[in-house]
């Protein structure tokens, strides 16, 4: 398993508070607290895994999926074959607009659904629900991924 897995799976349950405020430890180390945060939490787990993403809009990473897809597609880092540790992004409506992001864990079908870590998320809100989750629901139709 991925150094950036284990970090993200320690922090499985941790919710933001007060409840609906955005508010986490990964915005006030972010530097940019009460805002969706799925970003800042995966900026967050390669900091602590002493894989620091640089300036993605941030000094510490990014914020918002579109500015980060679009740095990460100008340096040619997507990949259709994730590893454990990577980062995916979600387009829910499939749109062309990037709405939230995790870490890959692993496929569960091959090239279909695969798990990931999440920030930001529950089943009742996939981009803004409030609390880090594991998610075994997710398809690849939807998402791209990038390997740093």
């Known amino acids: 398993m991925s150094r950036i ?16 405020s955005n508010k986490t430890k990964y915005g006030k180390w972010f530097g940019f607290d009460g805002v969706a945060w799925c970003g800042m939490f995966v900026s967050w787990c390669y900091y602590q895994a002493g894989q620091p993403l640089g300036n993605i809009g941030f000094s510490k990473g990014f914020a918002g999926c579109q500015t980060a897809v679009k740095y990460f597609k100008t340096q040619k880092k997507i990949t ?12 829910w409506n499939k749109d062309g607009r990037y709405d939230h992001t995790g870490i890959f864990v692993r496929w569960i079908i091959q090239g ?6 999440e920030g930001n998320t529950s089943s009742t809100n996939q981009s803004n629900g409030g ?8 398809k ?8 740093i």
């Open 5 to 20: 897995v284990e970090i993200a799976r320690g922090e499985i349950g941790t919710t933001e508070s007060p409840r609906n």
């Open 80 to 91: 259709k074959s994730p590893i454990a540790g990577d980062i995916v992004f979600f387009d």
């Open 112 to 117: 279909v659904t695969f798990e990931t870590i």
């Open 131 to 138: 609390n880090v989750e594991l998610r075994s629901d997710r």
């Open 140 to 147: 690849a139709s939807n998402a791209i991924f990038v390997h």
